[in-house]
């Protein structure tokens, strides 16, 4: 600390132009965010004979192209112990990003839908990002999109980072909200930051 009370790493680090005059808190979603589950969906909604494109992956929009009971099927396989889904990749650069926030000491956390935790934290396992990077400390599994606001409130998040507008509409207590909009399916609007990958998220809040 210097005589100004401030923390020199964060003194010039541009994370404060959104508005936060405190120190960030990161909170970021999973699926569709941590996780690239796009070819995942492709794949197995051709298996139920539903050709499918990248821009109609995100869970809004899949949700308007395939029926109910295939969505049903899709979800059963996307987040359970299969091998489809333990096959799913990181989101590129993501963890750039994740090393990048550790090594700024930011505090982060993981809050995610996900109804078989184990499954997640078995396929995070395997990618290598726990439990150096996410583990039961700092991730949390919730049931409905208000929980995340209410954990988020509690956790004191100021910056988070969801693929669904539901949810980014529901995070009351966060000041700053990006929507992960990879393949740029959704309007911009002043409500949320939107960003089509982790270099743009870098570019906004450390350039
Ligand atoms: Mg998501």
Redesign the pocket.
């Known amino acids: 600390m210097n005589k100004f009370n401030i923390d020199p790493v964060l003194k010039n680090d541009s994370i404060f132009k959104s508005g936060a005059n405190k120190k960030p808190v990161i909170g970021f979603?999973?699926?569709?965010?941590i996780l690239d589950n796009a070819d995942a969906k492709i794949k197995i909604a051709k298996k139920h004979g539903f050709e499918i494109k990248l821009h109609h992956t995100p869970?809004e929009i899949i949700r308007t192209v395939l029926p109910q009971i295939i969505l049903e099927k899709l979800q059963k396989v996307l987040y359970g112990d299969h091998p489809i889904a333990m096959s799913t990749p990181l989101m590129r650069g993501v963890r750039t990003v994740l090393a990048e926030v550790k090594r700024r000491k930011i505090l982060y956390f993981l809050i995610s839908r996900r109804k078989i935790p184990e499954v997640a934290v078995k396929l995070l396992k395997k990618r290598a990002i726990w439990p150096d990077y996410f583990n039961f400390e700092n991730s949390f599994f919730v049931a409905e999109p208000v929980d995340k606001d209410k954990k988020a409130a509690e956790l004191g998040i100021t910056h988070y980072i969801?693929?669904?507008q539901k949810?980014i509409n529901i995070l009351s207590s966060v000041p700053n909200k990006f929507l992960f909009d990879r393949f740029n399916v959704f309007k911009k609007t002043d409500y949320y930051i939107k960003i089509k990958s982790w270099s743009e998220f870098k570019k906004h809040i450390w350039k």
């Open positions: 979603d999973m699926d569709g965010v869970t969801d693929d669904e949810i």
